[in-house]
């Protein structure tokens, strides 16, 4: 009989070798680079060859990292699976009871029959190139047994001894997507997120790789957990010189006992390569994403969001004026904001009255509705659903709905509490409210806010931990909103970039990637989420000269030029803008227009350019016949004047034509003399303009400039 005891995946570049020999859980041969065709023999070959010794003083047998690891077979890192039922069976011992191999998804059962749980794995390898799994608990013990408290579920990834750094990423409020890079030392690093939420500050993509990687160099290798609850990721290297990444689910204390023949699922969590980079890594992800159904395929339509613009003063004829305007510069959609529903004059009152306030929209928003789709505009609207002011007609009559451990309310938070929608009266109300406003102003989009981190989110009356139970709830809202409602389009946004997630975004059809929109600051943040999410999916709003947020001032290039590179809107009283403001953001849009279809579907890249002063970014198409750039000057390089930029991404054997594109080929800085190049562009081939390059323009900082590189 033929052994098959080895699976070999292989899709766009990738292998996962999976050794399921004996009867332990199945460990992980090799994960990176294809490897080509190779025969169960070969395979085995592999594993026998990476088979370690078993030095003096350690356990007497060789100890393997399964996916999911195990105490019981010696491991002594993060254990895979910890619990117990009673103060018992705290380490598993798993048996596999049955494997198979379908449609390129590997599946296997075990189970553990002393501390008498069930497990079930799910492992695949996308047709992008990712890794990912799952697992299934269940616990297999009578009624008569005590429940199995379940404190968490890792799975993991090997990575080779040549990962010696490691990337991921913090932040903040109006500053996310941080990175920071440090040495992968023995030990644990590990990435706790205990806020209710992705987070703010979420490790979103935690990498490690070899030293000195870069977007276009090193080998990498990346790990998310697609979650939006609570979660953690780690990377782990041993003294036996082991080193992994995993990540799952962190779950409270007590928040999942299993009882008799329940079960829990962990969410996904993905691993994606790259073998030249975090450019490579990346694509992985949007190529997943943008193979789905369900992914937004159609142009992404220029949004004006009316928040920067009147905040809560919703006046009928201020905003029909502002629409007009909209309008005219090209606006496709147009969003009103927090402050449409009872009591909302500012944040201390009214979430949760999800009715439109009488008192200042009499004929409800069918006016404005009106108006607007009279323009040829889409009608969106803000709504913050999981949230309650106290200071609301909904928490005074029912106070038992909002997250807390049962005898004291979590501090607040923006003014406001967490709507339990684990309860199941909460969630009915929640659901009537949002599809009557859906269904009654016919909506085409909304934006899904969340605004402060889940504090002591107990369910009431027990106050037992519930932030599992509120995420769960969250995406079953989510999914069924969408199947009373299939047009419809939902914006993730959580006080900004705070809910970023691929278990988001299997229900979303963008994120907002941070409440500033300050052109610099967002060149910092839409750089690093793009590690994870395309950038049709990531709202970049071109706001008003002086920057709400930080105060800074900037051009319109430099603005519309950073939100060019996204899902293009606008989040600026354009009533206030002069007439030539208006003309020139008009050019913006017909050229983000003329340009989404690229940048939309086209491979992401960046360059590793010397000068941290001087970044490089583009959008190369899919058939590399165009491609699009952006230099741009984040602060005083040292030297004057810039060096060659190199523009990655095209074919090498092709000819290009590498010109300026407007509106982005104004050039401002103080150099004495023309840039030789620009004026009337260069042809020059992809090899030479990927390895040599261009010469950058003198700019002053805080400035880009976009070029334009087409096959000849």
Same mark, same amino acid.
């Given at each position: 009989?033929?052994?098959?005891?080895?699976? %070999?995946?292989?899709?766009?570049?990738?292998? !996962?070798?999976?050794?399921?020999?004996?009867s332990?859980?199945p460990r992980?041969?090799?994960?990176?680079?294809?490897?080509?065709?190779?025969?169960?023999d070969?395979?085995?070959?592999?594993?026998?060859a990476?088979?370690?010794?078993?030095?003096?003083?350690?356990?007497?047998?060789?100890?393997?990292?399964?996916?999911?690891p195990? &105490?019981?077979?010696?491991?002594?890192?993060?254990?895979?699976l910890?619990? %117990?039922?009673?103060?018992?069976?705290?380490s598993?011992?798993?048996?596999?009871?049955?494997?198979?191999?379908?449609?390129?998804?590997?599946?296997?059962?075990?189970?553990?029959?002393?501390a008498?749980l069930?497990?079930?794995?799910?492992?695949?390898?996308?047709?992008?190139?990712?890794?990912?799994?799952?697992?299934?608990?269940?616990s297999g013990a009578?009624?008569?047994?005590?429940?199995?408290?379940l404190?968490g579920?890792?799975?993991?990834?090997?990575v080779p001894?040549?990962a010696?750094?490691?990337?991921?990423?913090?932040?903040?409020?109006?500053?996310?997507?941080?990175?920071?890079? &440090?040495?992968?030392?023995?030990?644990?690093?590990?990435?706790?997120?205990?806020?209710?939420?992705?987070?703010?500050?979420?490790?979103?993509? %935690?990498v490690?790789?070899?030293?000195?990687?870069?977007?276009?160099?090193?080998?990498?290798?990346?790990?998310?957990?697609?979650?939006?609850g609570?979660?953690?990721?780690?990377?782990?290297?041993?003294?036996?010189a082991?080193?992994?990444?995993?990540?799952?689910?962190?779950?409270?204390?007590?928040?999942?006992?299993?009882?008799?023949?329940?079960?829990?699922?962990? =969410?996904?969590?993905?691993?994606?390569?790259?073998?030249?980079?975090?450019?490579?890594?990346?694509?992985?992800? &949007?190529?997943?994403?943008?193979?789905?159904?369900? %992914? =937004?395929?159609?142009p992404?339509?220029?949004?004006?969001?009316?928040?920067?613009?009147?905040?809560?003063?919703?006046d009928?004829?201020?905003?029909?004026?502002?629409?007009d305007?909209?309008?005219?510069?090209?606006?496709e959609?147009?969003?009103?904001?927090?402050?449409?529903f009872?009591?909302?004059?500012?944040?201390h009152?009214?979430?949760g009255?999800?009715?439109?306030?009488?008192?200042?929209?009499?004929?409800?928003?069918?006016?404005?509705?009106?108006?607007?789709?009279?323009?040829?505009?889409?009608?969106?609207?803000?709504?913050?659903?999981?949230?309650?002011?106290?200071?609301?007609?909904l928490?005074?009559?029912?106070?038992?709905?909002?997250?807390?451990?049962?005898d004291?309310?979590?501090?607040?938070?923006? &003014?406001?509490?967490?709507?339990?929608?684990?309860n199941?009266?909460?969630?009915a109300?929640?659901?009537?409210?949002?599809?009557?406003?859906?269904s009654?102003?016919?909506?085409?989009?909304?934006?899904?806010?969340?605004?402060?981190?889940?504090?002591?989110?107990?369910?009431?009356?027990?106050?037992?931990?519930?932030?599992?139970?509120?995420?769960?709830?969250?995406?079953?809202?989510?999914?069924?909103?969408?199947?009373?409602?299939?047009?419809?389009?939902?914006?993730?946004?959580?006080?900004?970039?705070g809910?970023?997630?691929l278990?988001?975004?299997?229900?979303?059809?963008?994120?907002?990637?941070?409440?500033?929109?300050?052109?610099?600051?967002?060149?910092?943040i839409?750089?690093?989420?793009?590690?994870?999410?395309?950038?049709?999916?990531?709202g970049t709003?071109?706001?008003?000269?002086r920057?709400?947020?930080?105060?800074?001032?900037h051009?319109?290039?430099?603005?519309a030029?950073?939100?060019?590179?996204?899902?293009?809107?606008?989040?600026?009283?354009?009533?206030?803008?002069t007439?030539?403001?208006?003309a020139?953001?008009?050019?913006?849009?017909?050229?983000?227009?003329?340009?989404?279809?690229?940048?939309?579907s086209?491979?992401?890249?960046?360059?590793?350019h010397?000068?941290?002063? !001087?970044?490089?970014?583009?959008?190369?198409?899919?058939?590399?016949?165009?491609?699009?750039?952006a230099?741009?000057?984040?602060?005083t390089?040292?030297t004057?004047?810039?060096?060659?930029?190199?523009?990655?991404?095209?074919?090498?054997?092709?000819?290009?034509?590498?010109?300026p594109?407007?509106?982005?080929?104004?050039?401002?800085g103080?150099?004495?003399?023309?840039?030789?190049?620009?004026?009337?562009?260069?042809?020059?081939?992809?090899?030479?303009?990927?390895s040599?390059?261009?010469?950058? =323009?003198?700019?002053?900082?805080?400035?880009?400039?976009?070029?334009?590189?087409?096959?000849?």
């Open positions: 009989m033929r052994d098959e005891s080895f699976v %070999h995946l292989r899709a766009a570049g990738t292998s !996962l070798v999976l050794d399921r020999s004996g332990g859980l992980v041969v090799h994960w990176g680079e294809d490897l080509g065709e190779l025969p169960q070969a395979l085995a070959a592999l594993a026998l990476s088979v370690p010794q078993i030095a003096w003083n350690n356990v007497d047998v060789v100890v393997p990292l399964a996916v999911l195990e &105490h019981s077979a010696g491991w002594l890192g993060t254990p895979g910890t619990g %117990h039922r009673a103060g018992a069976d705290f598993t011992a798993f048996a596999v009871t049955s494997s198979r191999v379908e449609g390129g998804v590997v599946t296997v059962s075990a189970e553990d029959v002393t008498e069930e497990l079930r794995l799910e492992i695949e390898l996308t047709a992008s190139g990712l890794v990912r799994q799952r697992a299934t608990v269940t009578g009624p008569e047994a005590a429940p199995f408290s404190s579920v890792l799975l993991t990834l090997p001894e040549r010696t750094e490691l990337l991921d990423m913090t932040g903040r409020h109006l500053r996310e997507r941080t990175p920071q890079r &440090h040495e992968f030392t023995i030990g644990t690093h590990l990435r706790e997120n205990r806020k209710g939420r992705t987070g703010t500050d979420a490790a979103t993509v %935690h490690a790789g070899e030293r000195g990687f870069g977007f276009r160099s090193g080998e990498v290798w990346g790990l998310h957990v697609a979650w939006s609570n979660h953690r990721s780690l990377a782990e290297r041993t003294h036996t082991v080193a992994l990444l995993g990540g799952g689910e962190l779950l409270l204390a007590g928040e999942v006992a299993l009882g008799a023949g329940e079960s829990y699922t962990t =969410p996904w969590v993905y691993g994606s390569y790259g073998r030249h980079g975090l450019d490579e890594l990346a694509a992985r992800f &949007h190529d997943h994403l943008r193979a789905r159904a369900s %992914h =937004p395929h159609g992404r339509p220029v949004t004006l969001n009316v928040w920067e613009a009147v905040y809560f003063d919703h009928l004829d201020r905003l029909t004026r502002l629409a305007v909209a309008a005219e510069t090209g606006a959609r147009f969003v009103l904001d927090d402050g449409w009872r009591g909302r004059r500012d944040d009152a009214g979430l009255d999800w009715y439109v306030d009488e008192d200042v929209w009499p004929d409800g928003l069918h006016p404005l509705a009106r108006h607007v789709r009279g323009l040829g505009l889409e009608f969106g609207l803000w709504v913050e659903p999981e949230m309650v002011n106290q200071n609301s007609d928490a005074r009559s029912h106070p038992e709905w909002i997250l807390s451990t049962g004291r309310m979590p501090p607040e938070a923006r &003014h406001q509490q967490v709507l339990d929608l684990g199941a009266d909460a969630y109300y929640i659901l009537e409210r949002l599809d009557a406003i859906v009654e102003y016919e909506l085409t989009y909304l934006k899904w806010d969340h605004n402060r981190d889940l504090v002591e989110a107990g369910h009431g009356p027990t106050g037992r931990a519930g932030v599992h139970g509120q995420t769960a709830a969250v995406y079953r809202l989510l999914d069924e909103l969408r199947s009373r409602h299939p047009g419809l389009e939902i914006e993730s946004c959580s006080s900004g970039g809910r970023v997630d278990g988001i975004l299997e229900r979303t059809d963008r994120v907002w990637g941070s409440d500033c929109i300050d052109a610099l600051e967002r060149q910092r839409q750089r690093w989420t793009g590690l994870l999410v395309p950038p049709e999916m990531i709003h071109v706001g008003a000269p920057a709400h947020t930080t105060g800074r001032t051009s319109l290039q430099f603005r030029g950073t939100a060019l590179f996204g899902h293009f809107g606008i989040e600026w009283d354009l009533t206030r803008a007439a030539e403001e208006r020139a953001l008009a050019e913006w849009i017909a050229r983000y227009k003329d340009l989404r279809g690229l940048l939309h086209g491979a992401v890249v960046r360059g590793d010397p000068d941290p002063a !001087l970044w490089v970014h583009g959008v190369v198409a899919r058939d590399r016949s165009r491609a699009v750039y230099l741009v000057q984040v602060e390089s040292v004057a004047p810039p060096g060659l930029v190199r523009l990655p991404g095209l074919d090498p054997d092709a000819d290009y034509r590498i010109a594109l407007a509106p982005g080929d104004g050039i401002e103080s150099a004495a003399t023309a840039l030789a190049w620009w004026a009337e562009g260069t042809t020059l081939p992809g090899r030479v303009l990927e040599v390059g261009v010469r950058a =323009p003198v700019q002053y900082p805080e400035r880009l400039v976009l070029v334009e590189a087409v096959r000849v």
